[in-house]
């Protein structure tokens, strides 16, 4: 029966905190504005003892309609409930308002409590039951035992504790026992201390277990917080477990910068994010909120606002809605929060987190809500998902989209992973991707017949967001010094670009090691032909260019010879003694050497040059 939190739950003055205090002798209104109003404005805790001596955690919830966010936080981390209905009043707005809340959170384990049986007669008790079977028709309440008592009779609170441990015996034994074991630890801050000479101090209910002196991440804050101490019930204990009201003394952190809300966890799978994917829970067909409604969000510990955006313009059994808050808020899968409109504070009904890292997207979009019904339902057809995304996508990514530890593609015949990259893409995709570079290219090389291919980083910035990702398709395309073309495609000069690459030929190798500058050569490109061929010529490193000239490559291997068979005789070179081997002007030599220079063959020091 260990790690068990009980929650109250009914309409304002209808005996909560009496119902606690004779459970547990402790008295949850501890505030003073608490006491001086008479009811429970905030949540009160207090430790329930069992015959085996294991202490249940039991969470006074307020009942008031302004509070209804705390009852929400409270409601957490419940796992059951004791609800009240006060015999005198019967059933009040706060009342069925609280149990759609505990249905739309989950909470479906309790038991009926009519408090205040002493003011009234047998036949009111008897009537009061009748309306409870007949106003909550939609058997949420069928297995909940009924309790009655009265603060004047303490035996009747008697019954109440005998029934809670039976209750609580048959009820940990089954369903609780595999919600008490968590890979992650999560606490949902709902108060915040600052004891002098202490520190700071946070209470939470928790979820999964951490250690004392564990390092813990805080939310939406991102800094990581030290577990100097913990406490159970005002007890000393190295280790929380999951569903225990607790306390933390945290290191390295003042309390004016942690809020009720942020969350302590060791998880990684929460986000802070403005848009959320939801699965929208009704209340009714007739409760359905408008596209764009304001809205007020509880969730966790913590009160939110946004709107609301249709997903689809049609509802079937599942209404999907996607919240834009109006700030950034931590938020994991699965969560589970109520909505209520911001105008009226109306209960519109509950939702489930299915996609907390959502992008703004138009309605009836058939490939993202198949998205989300894979979130909805725990599964993805990866073959379906792949083919949607036609892409690569990357496998950490993908366990991270959809909150998976591991992903098996051996049942996938149609799905390729590149290992190496960490990369998935359906077949159909590959091939998709693989014949539309096939016809860039093919356009490429038909308006650019001259040139060996298109530049490897040019395919992958318009094919792959700038990833190498090219390389995959070595099988399919030529690379040649770093230009992508077809595997059968050659460069074929026609007569007249023939006769035009041999006059260029001719003209740089009269010039010889002077080359040609760019002045001159801006006057050869007036005429196309001449400029289209010199360009091929340049591209292919037919002719390079150095400094302010362009030569045949021929001349500069010349040149490099000429440099190296000199230092074979000699440790340095001057200009001259360059100037002199070419037999060019001293503007020429400089150009040659300095070029060496940045191509780290030669290093100048002073008024000459060395071999590196």
């Known amino acids: 029966?260990?790690?068990?939190?009980?929650?109250?739950?009914?309409?304002?003055?209808?005996?909560?905190t009496t119902l606690v205090k004779m459970l547990t002798n402790i008295d949850t209104d501890n505030l003073k504005e608490e006491k001086e109003r008479g009811m429970t404005i905030d949540l009160g805790f207090a430790p329930l003892l069992t015959p085996d001596e294991d202490i249940i955690s039991i969470v006074d919830v307020p009942g008031h309609e302004k509070f209804i966010k705390n009852m929400v936080?409270?409601?957490?981390?419940?796992?059951?409930?004791?609800?009240?209905?006060?015999?005198?009043?019967?059933?009040?707005?706060?009342?069925?308002e609280h149990k759609e809340i505990l249905k739309l959170l989950g909470v479906d384990k309790g038991i009926l409590v009519l408090s205040k049986r002493d003011l009234v007669s047998d036949f009111r008790v008897s009537?009061?039951?009748?309306?409870i079977s007949q106003i909550f028709s939609d058997g949420y309440f069928d297995n909940f035992p009924i309790v009655e008592v009265s603060s004047k009779n303490h035996k009747s609170y008697k019954t109440l504790y005998n029934t809670i441990i039976s209750e609580l015996n048959s009820f940990s034994n089954s369903e609780k026992d595999n919600l008490n074991t968590s890979a992650s630890f999560r606490l949902d801050i709902d108060k915040i201390y600052s004891p002098k000479g202490i520190g700071t101090i946070v209470s939470g209910t928790s979820i999964g277990s951490i250690r004392k002196n564990d390092i813990l991440t805080l939310f939406p804050q991102g800094q990581k917080i030290k577990v100097k101490g913990i406490q159970v019930?005002?007890?000393?204990?190295?280790?929380?477990?999951?569903?225990?009201?607790?306390?933390?003394?945290?290191?390295?952190?003042?309390?004016?910068d942690i809020k009720r809300g942020n969350i302590l966890s060791n998880s990684s799978s929460i986000l802070c994010t403005k848009i959320l994917d939801v699965l929208f829970s009704k209340i009714s067909n007739d409760n359905i909120p408008k596209n764009n409604t304001k809205i007020r969000l509880n969730i966790g510990t913590a009160e939110y606002y946004?709107?609301?955006?249709?997903?689809?313009?049609?509802?079937?059994?599942?209404?999907?809605?996607?919240?834009?808050?109006?700030?950034?808020?931590?938020?994991?899968?699965?969560?589970?929060?109520?909505?209520?409109?911001?105008?009226?504070?109306?209960?519109?009904?509950g939702i489930?987190?299915?996609?907390?890292?959502?992008?703004?997207?138009?309605?009836?979009?058939?490939?993202?809500?198949?998205?989300?019904?894979?979130?909805l339902n725990r599964t993805i057809n990866l073959s379906e998902y792949l083919l949607d995304i036609e892409s690569f996508v990357c496998v950490e990514k993908l366990k991270k989209e959809f909150n998976l530890k591991n992903i098996d593609i051996s049942n996938?015949?149609?799905?390729?992973?590149f290992n190496e990259e960490n990369l998935l893409i359906h077949k159909n995709n590959f091939e998709k991707i693989k014949c539309d570079i096939l016809l860039y290219l093919e356009s490429f090389h038909k308006q650019n017949p001259l040139n060996n291919g298109v530049s490897s980083a040019t395919i992958n910035s318009i094919f792959f967001n700038n990833i190498?990702?090219?390389?995959?398709?070595?099988?399919?395309?030529?690379?040649?010094?770093?230009?992508i073309s077809l595997k059968n495609f050659k460069v074929k000069l026609s007569k007249d670009e023939k006769n035009m690459k041999d006059e260029i030929y001719s003209i740089l190798k009269k010039e010889k090691f002077n080359g040609i500058n760019k002045k001159d050569l801006d006057n050869l490109f007036k005429n196309k032909l001449f400029k289209k061929i010199f360009i091929y010529l340049l591209n292919n490193n037919f002719i390079i260019e150095i400094g302010d000239i362009f030569i045949l490559n021929g001349f500069y291997k010349e040149a490099l010879t000429q440099l190296n068979l000199f230092f074979n005789n000699n440790d340095k070179i001057t200009l001259a003694q360059f100037r002199n081997i070419l037999n060019c002007s001293r503007k020429i030599a400089l150009i040659y050497l300095e070029e060496f220079d940045s191509n780290k063959i030669t290093k100048k020091i002073d008024d000459y040059r060395v071999l590196l």
């Open 1 to 16: 029966m260990k790690n068990l939190v009980i929650g109250t739950a009914g309409h304002i003055d209808h005996g909560k």
């Open 73 to 96: 936080a409270g409601a957490k981390g419940i796992d059951f409930v004791l609800f009240l209905i006060a015999c005198d009043d019967g059933i009040m707005p706060q009342t069925i």
């Open 127 to 131: 009537e009061l039951k009748t309306e």
């Open 233 to 256: 019930h005002g007890k000393e204990v190295d280790e929380v477990f999951s569903h225990q009201r607790c306390a933390l003394n945290l290191s390295s952190i003042n309390a004016k």
């Open 306 to 349: 946004g709107k609301l955006k249709y997903l689809k313009d049609e509802f079937s059994d599942f209404i999907f809605f996607q919240l834009i808050m109006d700030e950034y808020i931590s938020i994991d899968f699965n969560d589970i929060g109520i909505l209520r409109s911001l105008a009226q504070s109306k209960l519109l009904g």
């Open 352 to 375: 489930r987190v299915l996609n907390p890292n959502a992008v703004p997207t138009k309605k009836n979009n058939l490939k993202y809500l198949r998205k989300l019904n894979y979130l």
């Open 412 to 417: 996938y015949n149609d799905i390729l992973l």
């Open 468 to 483: 190498n990702l090219i390389k995959l398709f070595s099988e399919s395309f030529k690379e040649l010094d770093g230009f």
